[in-house]
């Protein structure tokens, strides 16, 4: 899967993208008050796609088990300290509702903690480069 995400930032205008092979959808991140960039920052959103990721994993993962889950509950947190510093200290906790014994919800939570695909990323560490 080729993945981008694009951002069109000017006064009061804030345009998110992001895209998945030819599936492109809108985001809508509204700007900071002084009218420039976006109201929420990089950490968050890292966090967010951490979150976002093991909950989506959760549901693909529980299909597969023939598991049917009815909700799912995450809280990803971190530390950033000063400008420039890497963040650390993440954590998460997941809390799953699915029609299954506690044992096999477990099961799934670990499952999903070695295959979140974002985790693995992160915990394998990445190269990021500027082209211009």
Request: negative net charge.
């Amino acid at each position: 899967m080729k993945m981008s995400a694009s951002i069109k930032s000017e006064l009061n205008r804030h345009e998110v993208v992001v895209q998945t092979n030819d599936s492109a959808k809108e985001m809508q991140i509204s700007v900071k008050p002084s009218g420039f960039g976006s109201s929420i920052n990089g950490g968050e959103l890292l966090l967010l796609s951490l979150a976002t990721c093991f909950c989506n994993d959760i549901y693909r993962e529980a299909g597969k088990r023939n598991m049917n889950v009815s909700g799912v509950e995450i809280l990803v947190t971190g530390e950033f300290g000063a400008e420039g510093e890497p963040g650390s200290n993440f954590t998460y906790k997941a809390n799953v509702t699915a029609d299954a014994s506690s044992e096999e919800i477990e099961d799934l939570i670990n499952h999903i903690d070695r295959v979140a695909e974002i985790h693995n990323t992160l915990r394998k560490g990445l190269s990021i480069t500027l082209t211009t």
